[in-house]
Every structure is written in structure tokens, then in C-alpha cells.
């Protein structure tokens, strides 16, 4: 069973960036799709961007495409997720998730639908 840590969040204003990191631990073949979701208090969770490992394919919500950007370092089974112009509605617990085996079809489909592992999540809040 892969285990995904989330680290990274913080505080900054309005404006500010910040880069989240998720690794990839327990398992000998790397994840082929993987996603950063938000969910914010009393909102539904929300995928963000996500990545289809092997060949890099991004995808994104369009609220955070231009500002948010989703990377990868294979040596490390780590996705990044860079946070750029932060606005304070970006401000939510920000999850990891991942899939084993979605082909590059399903992960560019189905995403946001991600539901194999989750990491415990990482806050980040932006102010006004």
C-alpha cells in the first residue's frame, strides 16, 4: 500500500507562493496518476492539478491554471505542487492522492476522481 506525505503548507498574504511536496513511499513501482486536492470549511474537496507520472501529462482545475504549477522528481516518487499569486480563497487543508495504475487516458479523465491513497493533508492559508 503506497503511503503519501504531504509537506509545505504555511501562511503567506495574498500574492505569496508556496511550493507543497508529496512523497511516495511503500511501494516499488511509482504511481501512475497522482493529484493535489483542496478542501476549504464547509466546501466539497476539489481537485487542483494532477499528473500522469510516467510521461508528465498536468492537468488542472481552471481556478489555479497560470498560477499553480504540478511537478514531478521521479528519482524521488515526490510530486510538487507550486503555488504561485495566491489568492485567499486558495486558503483550504491541500491532500495528496494517488493511483497505482491508471493508464494516461483514465488519469487525464478521471483525475480529479483519484481515490487510492490519501496523504493526512497540509494547511495552507493565505490573507488578505
Known amino acids: 500500500q503506497v503511503r503519501l506525505v504531504e509537506s509545505g503548507g504555511g501562511s503567506v498574504q495574498a500574492g505569496g507562493s508556496l511550493r507543497l511536496s508529496c512523497a511516495a513511499s511503500?511501494?516499488?513501482?511509482?504511481?501512475?496518476?497522482m493529484g493535489w486536492f483542496r478542501q476549504a470549511p464547509g466546501k466539497e474537496r476539489e481537485g487542483v492539478a494532477g499528473?500522469?507520472?510516467?510521461?508528465?501529462?498536468?492537468y488542472y482545475t481552471a481556478s489555479v491554471k497560470g498560477r499553480f504549477t504540478i511537478s514531478q522528481d521521479n528519482t524521488k516518487y515526490t510530486v510538487y505542487l507550486q503555488m504561485t499569486s495566491l489568492k485567499p480563497e486558495d486558503s483550504a487543508m491541500y491532500y495528496c492522492?494517488?493511483?497505482?495504475?491508471?493508464?494516461?487516458?483514465?488519469?487525464?479523465?478521471?483525475?480529479?476522481?483519484?481515490?487510492?491513497?490519501w496523504g493526512q493533508g497540509t494547511q495552507v492559508t493565505v490573507s488578505s
Open positions: 492522492a494517488a493511483e497505482d495504475s491508471w493508464s494516461r487516458s483514465q488519469c487525464a479523465a478521471d483525475w480529479t476522481k483519484i481515490n487510492g491513497a
Open positions: 511503500g511501494t516499488i513501482y511509482r504511481p501512475t496518476c
Open positions: 499528473i500522469y507520472t510516467y510521461l508528465g501529462n498536468t
